[in-house]
């Protein structure tokens, strides 16, 4: 562990990464001001449908200019005349009846703009063909058209806010991270294993430490070494992000946005997630938990596989079940975001391959009281399949670290499992 | 003092030690020899206790000997073990950790070594930087970093230069007269001849001789002497007439010669004596005993 705490690569990574990191973040949310640009609209309008309006949005991104008369796409690019505007709308005499407007802009403008052009044009027509279809006034014709606002709310918590869909994929990017750093934890014991293994070093050692204890000193040296590494991101990422906010970018997760009454959005929807709905002390908490446990539940596998090879390149092979496993992990959280109370769910909160991962999916969901136990035997099983794990890795790491001069095939493991070492 | 009794060890259908036994005492360098697949690396792991046997048991002073005893052993397995990211220092101060040194222990046991070989310019080298000689020196000293009681060597002088070989001839000896248990495993014959006071010759499983070096090559001798003398070569010929046969000789200054003279029927050494005393000015006579080279290949292209 000291001599993984002091290498180069592990100081590269611990604080390099998070500042590559903090580095991408920043350039993604300065990229993000783009939105900002300011873009003048030429509407050609021969008959005059649109009399002239178009409300824009509260901000002021868009500015409309109106002509009376048809205007080519060519001469739109080439007359002077037009050069202030960035793109052209033209709007034919039958748009009321046929909905279709083009729209040439003359640089690729972000994807958004016409978007919200296409929204604020929708809105005047709607009033326009209110008039002109329906005796109806543009007020009675919005009360008619208002969206319906379905709100999906727990029978047996009514009184609760939130999207628990949203809160439950939180807990799928949890579970996410845990298994990312499992997997790359793991990488690291199996190869150191197979070095030593390959390099003899092994020998060396067996005549000092027993098998097991090497496996577990490997295990819990590397661990938390990962552990050190995770905090230090950690620590460096949300201080960056902390940093970004009160420097750079002050509006971000304001809460402020979150304004009784206001248009629902789905930024509402991530703020109340983030600042009312998650508890980031249960979710934290859980989370470095299930690191461990999941760590040490897959970290045996890895071990084994290290031990087991005949050479560093050779049970390539064999990592393809594990990285399977891992899959199925990811996959077992998006099931059960979608699915939260499926039978199936029910299965892959507590089989130890997948519970990391669902414990956390759960976690954003939110167990109920009543629900408590099925926490306790996922932890239960994970901790039990834990010791089966580090038992049945131990045993091929005891019979196969020796062992040199073969090609790994799917029998050495087998016998390796079953024989007494 | 370290026994190994009555071990035999399977691999599957492979016997690989039957019924192997012997005492090795302290303060002797006891040669551990056999041809390839014998079983002498499977002997070694089994008082490592790397392995355990099938049957039979290490005993160290009449007692099973057990792990925590480990810490007073020290090996060096034939394949030389490393890790290649890992500076000398940090290296051997880690392998002193791990058998139980204080770091004060171990940073002085570090000096004392480095000294020693004359290598401390090479305590900041990470070890895949050195050379096959410079690592072997560097393992070496990890084995021997702790002071262990009991050594067991596999193949230690590999890799070295005469001028090595001759350094580490001179650590063990030292350590042989520190009292020292020292299992030497090699097929070196001329480290054997010269370290030796014991060895061991395992062949296809079991053990077919032990002895002292004198002992061993004497099971074979072959009554062969060797006679330096001054003086008429046809006159010792001559004297030679019956009960001798003269094998050969050599010229080795002016009237001086080196022969060899095997006994034939009841004739020994002392009668050979006799025999010449009268005729020429004897300056010298042994008896030429076979190498154990010699004794190797015999012992081990005999069916046993």
């Known amino acids: 562990m000291k001599e993984r705490l002091k290498s180069r690569s592990f100081l590269t990574m611990a604080v390099g990464g998070p500042l590559v990191v903090l580095f991408i973040l920043y350039i993604l949310f300065t990229a993000s001001g783009g939105e900002e640009e300011h873009v003048r609209v030429l509407v050609s309008d021969p008959v005059e449908t649109l009399e002239s309006i178009i409300v824009p949005d509260s901000s002021g991104q868009i500015e409309y200019a109106f002509i009376n008369s048809y205007v080519e796409p060519a001469s739109f690019t080439s007359d002077p005349e037009y050069a202030g505007f960035d793109a052209l709308l033209v709007v034919n005499e039958k748009v009321l009846s046929n909905n279709h407007v083009f729209f040439f802009q003359k640089k690729r403008l972000n994807s958004k703009i016409p978007l919200r052009i296409q929204r604020e044009l929708e809105k005047r027509l709607e009033g326009l063909k209110a008039k002109e279809f329906t005796d109806l006034t543009l007020k009675e014709f919005l009360i008619v058209k208002h969206p319906l606002n379905l709100e999906v709310r727990d029978a047996y918590r009514p009184e609760e806010l939130g999207n628990y869909k949203l809160a439950a994929y939180a807990g799928v990017v949890f579970g996410g991270i845990v298994f990312l750093f499992i997997f790359l934890f793991g990488m690291t014991i199996l190869r150191s294993t197979s070095r030593e293994k390959s390099s003899r070093i092994a020998e060396v050692l067996l005549a000092t430490v027993k098998p097991g204890e090497l496996m577990t000193g490997k295990l819990l040296g590397i661990g938390i070494a990962a552990l050190i590494q995770f905090a230090v991101w950690t620590v460096l990422i949300f201080g960056g992000l902390l940093f970004f906010r009160s420097v750079f970018f002050p509006d971000m997760f304001d809460a402020a946005n979150l304004v009784a009454g206001q248009e629902y959005t789905p930024y509402n929807d991530l703020v109340q997630l983030v600042y009312e709905q998650l508890n980031f002390g249960v979710m934290g908490t859980f989370f470095v938990l299930l690191l461990i446990l999941g760590y040490l539940f897959y970290g045996g596998l890895f071990a084994a596989l290290g031990a087991a090879q005949g050479s560093e390149s050779d049970g390539q092979q064999f990592l393809i079940p594990l990285i399977f496993l891992f899959l199925i992990g990811i996959w077992s959280g998006w099931y059960v975001a979608e699915n939260p109370d499926a039978e199936l769910s029910f299965w892959l909160g507590i089989i130890p391959f997948t519970s990391p991962m669902v414990i956390m999916v759960n976690l954003g969901l939110g167990y109920e009281s009543g629900e408590l136990w099925h926490l306790l035997m996922a932890i239960v099983l994970l901790l039990l399949g834990i010791l089966f794990n580090i038992g049945v890795a131990a045993r091929v790491f005891k019979n196969a670290l020796l062992v040199t001069g073969y090609r790994l095939r799917f029998g050495n493991l087998i016998n390796w499992i079953f024989k007494k070492p | ?304």
């Open chain 2, 1 to 304: 003092m370290l026994e190994v009794r009555n071990i035999t060890k399977r691999y599957g259908i492979k016997l690989a030690l039957d019924n192997v036994s012997a005492k090795f005492e302290p303060g002797k360098i006891h040669g551990i020899l056999g041809p390839n697949g014998a079983g002498k690396t499977t002997l070694i792991r089994i008082i490592n206790q790397i392995i355990t046997p099938d049957d039979g048991g290490v005993y160290l002073n009449n007692r099973l000997m057990t792990r925590e005893q480990l810490s007073s052993l020290g090996y060096l397995p034939e394949e030389r073990g490393m890790y290649p990211n890992m500076t000398v220092s940090d290296f051997l101060l880690f392998m002193g950790s791990l058998r139980g040194l204080h770091k004060n222990e171990s940073k002085a046991a570090l000096d004392y070594w480095m000294e020693k070989f004359a290598i401390q310019e090479w305590r900041g080298k990470r070890i895949e930087e050195l050379s096959k000689g410079m690592a072997q020196k560097v393992q070496f000293i990890s084995t021997v970093f702790h002071n262990p009681d009991l050594l067991i060597l596999d193949e230690p002088f590999s890799g070295f230069d005469p001028g090595n070989v001759k350094l580490m001839r001179g650590i063990l000896r030292e350590m042989k007269e520190e009292g020292k248990t020292i299992l030497l495993s090699t097929h070196n014959m001329n480290s054997v001849e010269e370290l030796c006071d014991h060895v061991v010759l395992i062949d296809k499983s079991k053990k077919i001789l032990e002895g002292t070096v004198q002992e061993v090559k004497g099971y074979h001798s072959e009554k062969l002497y060797a006679v330096q003398f001054s003086g008429n070569m046809i006159a010792f010929a001559t004297a030679l007439w019956t009960g001798f046969d003269l094998v050969d000789k050599k010229i080795i200054g002016e009237n001086r010669y080196i022969a060899r003279v095997r006994m034939v029927g009841d004739s020994n050494f002392r009668s050979l004596l006799e025999t010449l005393v009268p005729k020429i000015d004897i300056e010298g006579a042994w008896e030429e005993l076979p190498s154990m080279e010699e004794v190797f290949i015999r012992e081990t292209t005999v069916t046993h």
